[in-house]
């Protein structure tokens, strides 16, 4: 069976709770941006392995539920724009999104402009939806888990991700969240539950095939949500998931950029406490003008991921990326950190000497 030195390193960080590691996203955009051309898996495992980096899959656990697939048709057509139907047929009706795009190149022309819950009686979907994760034949699932697992062994990190409960499935329009919660408040709840009872059960199967993460967030901090809503709805509702989570022996990664000042100093974390919170962002893409004040507010089971700057890791050298993250560690003194970008990803065109070096600094095990 392939190992993963640094993968072990980096669960030992998250087991221990204390210790430092570091990874660094290797989105798509930055991938295709290093290669210069669409890339492969065993792209991204070189890629990762030769920087350093640990090596995270993702699986789409709801990719195997049949019941879940959208079916697309083409209600309209004017010009060079198609508008298209993308429908699920559900226990509470037929619900759809309805979005434009690009009738040459199939690119999407903004969000969708109508979604799967618009509306009271959408909610019923679930309730269908918990019921069809309950009923779901994971074989596919447990072959698909087994081929990866079979060609790469322990060189990756199994994850998969999982929609914020606040974020019901991504089946509402942003702009609508709020505007159904308000409304809706014991409706929302409910599907609140509901996702996350279908949570608990993909958390399970997933941890008995061998995932040890999950990864999930929040829609996002100040910039769009209030400390209202994080203490009435996105506690509550990501404390259940995290529930779920360890009881399936999962470690929980939990994302949310932008302003996050006021949720760390409401404690609004630590009633969450997820395994991982990325991330302690400053300015411009966050709030965070004093790493250190706000670490000493978090709890010591919490591990930060991220801090440096996504500007630094893009246009400075090996030598300031470093300086940078030694001036970080000594902020976070005491307390466990994994090094990473401050938004979690890394722009396009990050020089990839800059990850080499941290990754080969705080990740490389020697002796072993």
């Not at 640094?6 to 660094?24: H, Q, W």
């Not at 679930?126 to 322990?154: H, L």
């Not at 022996?249 to 990325?278: A, M, V």
């Not at 994994?338 to 990839?352: E, K, N, R």
Request: hydrophobic share 35%.
């Amino acid at each position: 069976m392939k190992t993963n030195k640094i993968n072990e390193k980096f669960l030992d960080v998250l087991r221990d709770k204390t210790g430092t590691a570091s990874l660094f996203s290797f989105d798509s955009d930055f991938m295709k941006a290093h290669f210069k051309r669409d890339y492969s898996l065993d792209d991204y495992v070189k890629l990762s392995l030769e920087t350093y980096n640990p090596v995270f899959y993702g699986f789409d656990m709801q990719a195997f539920v049949p019941a879940l697939k959208f079916e697309t048709e083409i209600v309209a057509q004017n010009g060079g724009t198609v508008t298209e139907r993308l429908k699920l047929k559900t226990d509470a009706g037929e619900k759809y999104f309805e979005v434009n795009r690009q009738a040459d190149t199939h690119i999407r022309l903004g969000e969708a402009h109508i979604a799967p819950v618009e509306h009271k009686e959408d909610f019923a979907v679930f309730d269908w939806y918990c019921d069809v994760i309950r009923r779901n034949d994971w074989t596919e699932f447990k072959k698909a888990v087994n081929a990866v697992r079979g060609k790469y062994g322990e060189t990756l990190i199994y994850s998969m991700f999982l929609t914020p409960p606040f974020e019901l499935l991504y089946w509402t329009r942003r702009e609508n969240i709020y505007y159904l919660y308000y409304d809706h408040t014991g409706e929302y709840f409910k599907a609140m539950d509901a996702v996350n009872a279908a949570y608990g059960i993909l958390m399970q199967v997933g941890a008995e095939c061998g995932l040890q993460t999950v990864s999930y967030g929040a829609p996002g901090g100040m910039e769009f949500t209030s400390p209202s809503v994080w203490k009435e709805a996105i506690v509550p509702s990501s404390k259940a998931f995290e529930v779920s989570a360890r009881k399936a022996g999962l470690f929980t990664q939990f994302h949310c950029c932008g302003k996050i000042t006021k949720i760390i100093e409401g404690g609004y974390l630590n009633d969450i406490k997820p395994s991982i919170y990325e991330t302690l962002a400053p300015p411009p893409v966050g709030d965070v003008t004093n790493p250190a004040r706000l670490r000493n507010l978090l709890s010591k089971d919490i591990t930060i991921h991220g801090n440096i700057d996504l500007g630094l890791l893009k246009d400075g050298n090996p030598q300031e990326v470093l300086v940078a993250a030694e001036r970080l560690l000594d902020e976070m003194q005491g307390y466990p950190h994994i090094l990473g970008a401050s938004d979690s990803c890394l722009w396009p065109g990050t020089p990839i000497e800059n990850i080499i070096t941290i990754n080969r600094r705080y990740n490389e095990v020697k002796g072993k």
